[in-house]
Nanobody, 126 residues
Framework: QLQLVESGGGLVQPGGSLRLSCAVSGFTTDYYSIGWFRQARGKERERVSCISISGHYTDYTDSVKGRFTISRDNAKNTVYLQMNSLKPEDTAVYYC???????????????????WGRGTQVTVSS
């Protein structure tokens, strides 16, 4: 059973940075793509970023382009989301999810992601 655990959330001032980690366990290979999603209070969950199996393909939602960077370290079974220049509107619970379908790229939709972590809270406030 694939398990994902997020960490690295917290309270940060506007303009600050955080690095989220998604530790993956219970899978014998690294043949999965990872998506980061977030859900703010009272809003629908949205896809923030994703990274392909190889790590060569990444994608970001427009609101975080140029500020967030996704990466993966397959030796550590961990995917990272470096978040810079944080804004109050980035406040949300952040989730990582795994797509094990073998897609060459990574999906912007939730449906292919069959394994989810429990989330980590990110609060951007002065």
């Amino acid at each position: 059973q694939l398990q994902l655990v997020e960490s690295g959330g917290g309270l940060v001032q506007p303009g600050g940075s955080l690095r989220l980690s998604c530790a993956v366990s219970g899978f014998t290979t690294d043949y999965y793509s990872i998506g980061w999603f977030r859900q703010a209070r009272g809003k629908e969950r949205e896809r923030v970023s994703c990274i392909s199996i190889s790590g060569h393909y990444t994608d970001y939602t427009d609101s975080v382009k140029g500020r967030f960077t996704i990466s993966r370290d397959n030796a550590k079974n961990t995917v990272y989301l470096q978040m810079n220049s944080l804004k109050p509107e980035d406040t949300a619970v952040y989730y990582c999810a795994a797509d094990v379908s073998g897609d060459y790229y990574c999906s912007g939709d939730e449906s292919p992601y069959s394994y989810w972590g429990r989330g980590t809270q990110v609060t951007v406030s002065s």
